[in-house]
């Protein structure tokens, strides 16, 4: 895992989020992203919606080429705007929905023996089909190892047996996940 930010850097990083939705539900142009060195290096993030306790939004970058304060920006347009599961937040949903950061390490490939429930997230991949889920779904779910790759398969939409496949490849990471 990579070093955890600091407190004061986590809270740019929500503010931050926080004014991008604002903006882009009231159509307004969003605020340049933070400058603090560690919101620079570049990095992989989801920003996740929560309206109550529904999901609202959930989209993320794995490429981790953009600096962590321009890819929260980035991350918190689309998941206000363009998860294709929702319609787009409008300007007065903005108060109601709460923001959730999840910075992931880099991913790295790994046998399913590896794979360590609650504290990984998986990456699936299988020809052209690719599937993530966070840390945190396998434990709220209830899944075992082997049910988490299952759920990583149909979220790629693969069947359920695709997770015996020599073919599919899994990669895992890690995320700190922080919130207003």
Avoid at 102 to 119: C, K, M, N, W, Y
Avoid at 121 to 127: I, K, N
């Amino acid at each position: 895992m990579h070093e955890p930010l600091a407190a004061s850097d986590r809270r740019v990083l929500t503010d931050y989020a926080r004014q991008t939705l604002v903006a882009v539900t009231a159509g307004l142009p969003v605020p340049p992203p933070p400058t603090r060195p560690a919101l620079a290096v570049p990095a992989s993030v989801f920003i996740t919606l929560w309206q109550g306790d529904g999901l609202r939004g959930c989209v993320g970058d794995v490429t981790g080429r953009l600096p962590l304060g321009e890819a929260v920006g980035t991350m918190t347009r689309a998941a206000a705007l363009e998860d294709p599961r929702f319609l787009p937040l409008e300007p007065n949903d903005a108060a109601s929905v709460r923001i959730e950061i999840s910075r992931l390490t880099p991913f790295r490939r790994a046998r399913h023996d590896e794979i360590q429930v609650g504290r990984h997230g998986l990456l699936v991949r299988y020809s052209w089909r690719s599937g993530l889920l966070l840390p945190k779904v396998a434990v709220e779910l209830g899944c075992d190892r082997a049910g988490f790759v299952e759920l990583a398969c149909r979220k790629a939409g693969l069947p359920v047996s695709a997770a015996s496949d020599p073919a599919l490849t899994v990669e895992i990471f890690e995320a700190e996940v922080f919130e207003e």
